[in-house]
């Protein structure tokens, strides 16, 4: 009974025992123990350990007590006021900022290609390798040893002077090494009698890690076997990392003056191997070096072999000829590759379309182009033009129908073919279809996806029978936008001198006010870099006269006081005597008494000038490149356009208030340089037909002359108030058209000309 009743309480109480205990002793094994200094003054004790920065460090002893020594090293928790002192700033250090910002985060492009060419080569292969590979990569470099006086245009040429290949081979990598090293990952080179398969080399090295040492390309062992390891043979190209490049860069010299070898690439490949221990390989993290060595008198056309397609480099290439052949024979592989990937894209789209929420109408026609245009209003929606095989009936002048020529002609043979075509490939050997006519064609350019076209197709359907029928057919085609691309232009400024010139005949005089006005508030007051320039021209009774009755005398002497208001101001004056005034013989004169670099501005007294334009003149004038032809606004004529209406100070650029005037070509903005050029190209067809001078205008002689961009834009700036021009009859019979149509129109609008008819056949009436 005792037993159990101990047993009974201790299981009771053995719990709590056993936890106390193990309590205590974990808290004695926490305990940091340290040694207690005895002091002879009978202090106290104070606790601490010895770290190894020679500090004392340890905690007080649970039972220790703080003491006025713990109390003072508690002293330096307290706050205290530090006086402020002003630093003196010294001049501030000037940051440096790189010009890119990929300099600055240190990014490099992918691919160097260096090509090895020769003095007898360049200007035959090399001009094929360039014309070939050069658009597809970003850095192509040429390196030869001596080269020709004259380098074939758009090749950058690096000569070494001197036609050893092993010296030319080291400063090759040496000319790397020094100049882009820090700007490329990977460095490719080849010979100029290989083709290079440009879009697979990029594709290579953007699967390749560029922290590793990689010499890559086709392994051939060494001449006389005695060398252990194996060098990229030179004619299929090879392909070398940065890193690789960084570790041969200190033992570069020593290949040099080191290593004899009688061929560059063998000579390279011995250098790679002695001082980094890196051997030539085909293949490298599962990518394939795939090359194609060429028969002798191989045609490209017939080789089907699966190396052959797969291949990088292809070598040897005997003449520019066989370079082009393959360019395109790979071409045409890279082609239809895209174009497969399309139709499976395309088909991919077709099943996932499938089982969307709305089913197949989700999927967009064509399969794989952006959505139509929606309108947001009904200003917004776009306006379809319908169009025959001979006219159209929506015209750039708002006529309800014109003839459909040039460009649009083309375009709409060419769709028509291309319609037929496709509906062949759609219904052979089943049906053959011809066209008869086009019954009806509708066509609308949308901004996102490009020009759509509903055309509706009488043709002739002929089965294998022989039979025929004649069937209507609608088809839909779309003209997608193609990608966009950036045309790079010479730099221009805005700080070129600009020479205005101003042609002045008789019935010009009443507007030189106005225009000198205008022109001194824009240009003498403030100061802007244009020079103006007066062209007073009189026909031959007016010339003999001129010095009893000056017509331009009145001119003359407004001219003068605007030189006495503004000092610094000089405005020059050109007198020519002509029968038949045109813009040719005028600047014939003008260009020879002005610099060959001068930058004209041609304009007529009723244009307003501005620094707003003379900027963008500047800027649109680029010298052995663009000439620009600006369509300035022309305002209505204020009896017409404001009738029974107060007429405002400064119009608005409205239709109501005037036009672009596309028919004109009076102003124009060109060098002298240009002009000079396309004058002397026409200067034989001038001799054969003495009419041409007048029969042609400045437009004319740089669009057939000049070869130049010929620029023409719609310019707001450029404004030009209402005057009737005498047409000169004695002018060509397309210029003196173009003058009669420019007065007709200039007078107003369609809706202000009905109205005035309107109302002058109301007051005949009563």
Known sequence: MRFSAFSSVLRS?????????????????????????????????????????????????????????????????????????????????????????????GMRERLFVGILTSKNTINTLGVAVNRTISHHLDTVIFFTGTRNRKVPHGMFVVSHGDERLIWNMFQNIKYVLDRHIDEYDWFYFVQDDAYTEADRIKALVDHLSMDREVYMGRPEEFIGGGMQGKYCYGGFGYVLSRTLLLRLQPFLENCRNDILSARPDEWLGRCIIDYTGANCVSEHQGLQYHHYELGKNSDPEKEQSEPFKRALTVHPVSDPEQMYRLHRYFTEIELQKTYDEIAKLQAEIKNVSAVAFEGNRSAQWPVGINPPFEPKSRFEVLKWEYFTEEEIY??????????????????????????????????????????????????????????????????????????SRSVAKRVHLLRPLSRIEIIPMPYVTEATRIHVIIPLALQDRRYVDRFLEVFASSAFETGENAILTFLFIYDPVEAQQVNQNDIFAGVKAQISAYERKYPTVKVPWISVKTETPSQIKFMDVISKKHP????????????????????????????????????????????????????????????????????????????????????????????????????????????????????????????????????????????????????????????QLAMLLFEQEQGNST
Not at 37 to 56: F, I, K, P, S, V
Not at 394 to 418: H, K, M
Not at 597 to 625: G, H, P, Q, Y
Request: aromatic share 10%; proline share 4%; net charge negative.
């Open 13 to 105: 109480v053995g719990p709590v025992v056993i936890g106390i205990s193990l309590g205590f002793t974990l808290s004695l094994l926490s305990v940091n123990w340290t040694d207690e200094a005895c002091h002879l003054d009978g202090g106290e004790r104070e606790d601490a350990t010895l770290g190894h920065d020679g500090q004392l460090r340890g905690a007080r002893k649970p039972n220790s007590i703080s003491t006025a020594n713990d109390a003072a090293s508690e002293e330096d928790f307290e706050p205290r006021i530090v006086p402020y002192k002003q630093v003196q700033q010294g001049p501030p250090k000037k940051v440096f900022r790189a010009k890119y910002i990929s300099t600055e985060l």
């Open 394 to 467: 929506s015209c750039v002048d708002g006529s309800p129908r014109c003839e459909l020529r040039g460009a649009d002609r083309a375009d709409v043979a060419d769709v028509i073919e291309v319609a037929v075509s496709e509906l062949n490939k759609k219904y052979e050997p089943v049906l053959r279809l011809k066209k008869q006519q086009l019954i009806n064609g509708y066509r609308r350019f949308d901004p996102v996806r490009g020009m759509e076209y509903t055309l509706d197709l009488q043709l002739e359907v002929v089965n294998q029978n022989g039979r």
């Open 596 to 751: 060959v670099d001068s930058l004209f501005f041609l304009a007529s007294v009723n244009t307003n000038v501005n620094s707003e334009f003379l900027n963008r003149c500047r800027m649109n004038s680029i010298n052995n490149w663009q000439v620009f032809f600006p369509v300035h606004f022309q305002d209505f004529n204020p009896d017409v356009a404001y009738r029974h209406q107060q007429r405002p100070a400064a119009a608005d650029l409205v239709k109501e208030a005037g036009r672009f005037d596309r028919a004109s070509f009076e102003e124009a903005c060109f060098y002298n340089t240009d002009y000079m050029a396309a004058r002397s190209r026409m200067a034989a067809d001038a001799q054969e037909n003495e009419d041409l001078l007048e029969t042609l205008d400045i437009f004319d002689v740089f669009l057939r002359y000049s070869g130049l961009h010929v620029f023409r834009a719609v310019e707001p700036a450029l404004r030009q108030q209402y005057s009737y021009r005498a047409c000169n009859p004695r002018l060509s019979e397309d210029l003196y058209h173009r003058c009669v149509q420019g007065n007709a129109e200039g007078l107003g609008s369609r809706s």
